[in-house]
């Protein structure tokens, strides 16, 4: 069965730190992109960040570029988001996805996990 399990959301203050993990089930990440995307209450969901299958190529949302980082760990078949500099308007559910490129950066890929809350407060 194709799984995708986000873990390591919480409540931080701003200007700390989180990483958010994707590990898979069911088949083999390496083989697909994968996007980070978040969806704030109210809002709609953005791509915060992706990484490409082929060349590990990456790639950041403006509101996130020099403060996230995307990279995987192909042994452990997962994908991590490490957050840094925190701020409130990072606050947002954030899922991983998992497809071929395009439909991952059209949010539009077969498989998505279930999220994991992100809340920046002081």
């Known amino acids: 069965q194709v799984q995708l399990v986000e873990s390591g959301g919480g409540l931080v203050q701003p200007g700390g730190s989180l990483r958010l993990s994707c590990a898979a089930s069911g088949f083999i990440l390496d083989y697909y992109a994968i996007g980070w995307f978040r969806q704030a209450p109210g809002k709609e969901r953005e791509g915060v960040s992706c990484?490409?299958?082929?060349?590990?190529?990456?790639y950041y949302a403006d509101s996130v570029k020099g403060r996230f980082t995307i990279s995987r760990d192909n042994v452990k078949n997962t994908v991590y988001l490490q957050m840094n500099s925190l701020k409130p308007e990072d606050t947002a559910v954030y899922y991983c996805?998992?497809?071929?490129?395009?439909?991952?950066?059209?949010?539009?890929?077969?498989?998505w996990g279930q999220g994991t809350q992100v809340t920046v407060s002081s």
């Open positions: 990484i490409k299958s082929s060349d590990g190529s990456t």
């Open positions: 996805t998992a497809g071929r490129l395009e439909a991952v950066v059209a949010g539009v890929s077969d498989y």
